[in-house]
């Protein structure tokens, strides 16, 4: 009987074994390359749960991953320790490539937009500012392939009252954000990283 329990142990161990190589080797966490990796500058931190900072990073389909940052996940803790306290910043996140990176005739697409961050609170992650584009998940259409969501931080200039015009307000795609920032007079980002996923069902 001793020996049959031990051969069960065993097959039982392998087992197990094999079901962690197969999740660790479906779980790999691609960086992106070439063009895509030189848009993260910064050290500027995007985490989500489960995943932690995945800045520059393709977002894996194991674990739900893809279709938990699309239906379940609420908005990212963006962390730039590098920020100063005596300063605020602005935060735009955007999709590039709407509605397909082949065809991104609605760029740039809105995800998210915040002012009058606080440059100490920036530093612990806590985003504490004026909120002009509520955060909507990255929800890339079937069959639209990767989409990238770039994110992009700003210095504020001092007393600089930053709003979104009726048009912009109106809708999400098809934004301009080169004219938002010149309006505005941001400048070039201090920061810019982005994550890379696409349709769970795909």
């Known amino acids: 009987m001793e020996p049959l329990n031990a051969y069960f142990l ?3 161990f392998i087992v197990i074994v094999m079901q962690q190589g ?18 993260c500058r910064g050290n500027l931190k995007v985490i989500y749960p489960e995943l932690g900072d995945v ?5 894996p389909k194991c674990n739900l991953y893809r279709k938990r940052i699309s239906k379940e996940w609420i908005s990212p803790r963006v962390q730039y320790q590098q920020a100063d306290g005596n300063k605020k910043y602005v935060l735009i996140m955007v999709d590039p490539d709407a509605p397909s990176r082949a065809d991104p005739k609605y760029r740039f697409w809105r995800h998210w937009t915040i002012v009058d961050i606080n440059g100490g609170d920036l ?4 985003l504490k500012g004026h909120v002009l ?8 259409p079937s069959q639209s392939g990767y989409h990238r969501y770039q994110f992009l931080l700003y210095e504020q200039p001092a007393d600089q009252a930053i709003t979104l015009s009726p048009e912009e307000s109106a809708s999400t795609g098809s934004w301009k954000v080169e004219k938002f920032v ?7 980002p201090v920061a810019s990283t982005q994550f890379v996923t696409k349709d769970y069902r795909d």
């Not at 800045?55 to 977002?59: A, E, L, R, V």
């Not at 530093?123 to 806590?126: D, E, L, M």
């Not at 584009?133 to 890339?140: G, L, N, V």
């Open 10 to 12: 065993a097959i039982g």
């Open 22 to 39: 197969i999740h660790t080797e479906e779980c790999l966490f691609e960086k992106l390359e070439d063009k895509d990796s030189m848009f």
């Open 55 to 59: 800045g520059c990073t393709y977002i």
């Open 123 to 126: 530093k612990n992650g806590n």
């Open 133 to 140: 584009s509520d955060y909507r998940r990255p929800t890339p």
């Open 182 to 188: 010149e309006r505005f007079q941001l400048g070039t």
